[in-house]
C-alpha cells in the first residue's frame, strides 16, 4: 500500500516537475526551404520533442531571420538563442582551436575531415568550443567550398585583382589575398545582391549554398577548387545544455546526433542534386586538374598563421598525420 502510494506520488511529482521544466529553445538556420540543413533542423526539432517527452521544445527559425551568423554565434554564447546550425568557418574567430578547419587544403576529402573530428583534434576543437558556450553536438556535413564567379578559375592567377566575398575569418582574407584577389568579408545574406551588382566579382560555397540563395542566378561559372572543406556543427549554449538533467541531456545530443545523421543522407543525394540543376540553368562547371599551383600558394598563409599561433602546429599535425 505505501509502495503503491509512494509510486502515485512520485508520478505526480514527475508530472509537476514536468510541467515546471518544460523549456522553449529557439534554434538559428541560416538556410531556407530545399537546403538540406533546413530539413535537417526540423528532423530535430521533432526528435527533440520525442526524446524528451515534451519537456524541450525547439523552435526552428529558418533562413537567418535571428540574425547574421556572427551574430547569432555571440547570441547563442550569451544563451539568447539556445541552438543552432552553425559553420566552423565564423567559429575561428572565436574559438582560436576550431581554426584548424579553416585552413585551406587541410583535410583531403570530406570523410578524412570527419575522421580527424572524431579523433584527437576533434575533441580538442569540441572542449574548446564548449569552453567558449558553443558546445558541439554533432558535426553535420558541409562538403567542399569552391570559387564562382564570371570566368573558369583553373589557376590562382585567375583570382587576380578579383574581389571575392569570404566569411567572417582572417584566414579567408589571407587565403584571396595570397592569390592576389581582393578579400570581401560580407555576410551570407548580402552575398547574392552584391554578385548581381558586381560589388564582389566572385564567391565560394559548396553546391546547395550555391543553389539555394540563388547565386548561381547571377554566375556564370563554378570552379572545382575545393580549396575548403569546412565542418558544420548542431551546437548548444553550454551552460544550458549543462544544466539539464543527465537523462535530458543524453536525449538532446541523441537528438543532434540522429538529425545529423540524417543531414549527411540527405547531402550525398542532394549536393549532386543541386550540382545537376545549376547546370541546368547553364553554370558551366569546370574541374581543375592541378590544384598544386593552389596549394602552393597556401603555403605563405600556412607559414604566416603557424607564426602567430604556434600553438595550432599541434592540432596542424594531429590533421596531417590522420589518415
Ligand atoms: C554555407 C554555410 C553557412 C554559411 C554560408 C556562407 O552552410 O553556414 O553562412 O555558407 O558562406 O555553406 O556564409
Known sequence: MFKKLSLVLTGALACASFSVQAEDWRAWNIHNDGHPNTAAMDRFSELVSEATGGEINVEVFHGGVLGSQPDALEQVRLGAIEIGNFNLGPIGPIVKEANLVSLPFIFKSVPHMFRVLEGEAGETIAAAMAEAGIKPLAWVDAGARSFYSQKPINTPADVEGLKIRVMNNDLYTSMISAMGGNPSPMA????????????????????????????????????????????????????????????????????????????????????????????????????????????????????????????????VEMAKNTE
Open 188 to 315: 551570407f545574406a548580402e552575398v547574392q545582391q552584391a554578385l548581381k551588382t558586381g560589388v564582389v566579382d566572385g564567391a565560394e560555397n559548396n553546391f546547395p549554398s550555391f543553389k539555394s540563395v540563388g547565386h548561381y542566378e547571377v554566375t556564370t561559372h563554378y570552379s572545382l577548387s575545393e580549396h575548403l572543406i569546412i565542418p558544420e556543427c548542431i551546437c548548444v549554449n553550454t551552460a544550458k545544455f549543462d544544466a539539464l538533467s543527465e537523462d535530458m541531456q543524453a536525449a538532446v545530443r541523441g537528438a543532434a546526433e540522429e538529425a545529423a545523421l540524417y543531414q549527411r543522407e540527405l547531402w550525398a543525394v542532394q549536393s549532386g542534386q543541386a550540382r545537376e540543376e545549376v547546370e541546368a540553368a547553364g553554370i558551366v562547371v569546370n574541374e581543375i586538374a592541378d590544384k598544386g599551383p593552389f596549394q602552393d600558394a597556401m603555403v605563405a598563409v600556412y607559414d604566416e598563421y603557424l607564426a602567430a599561433n604556434p600553438d595550432m602546429a599541434d592540432l
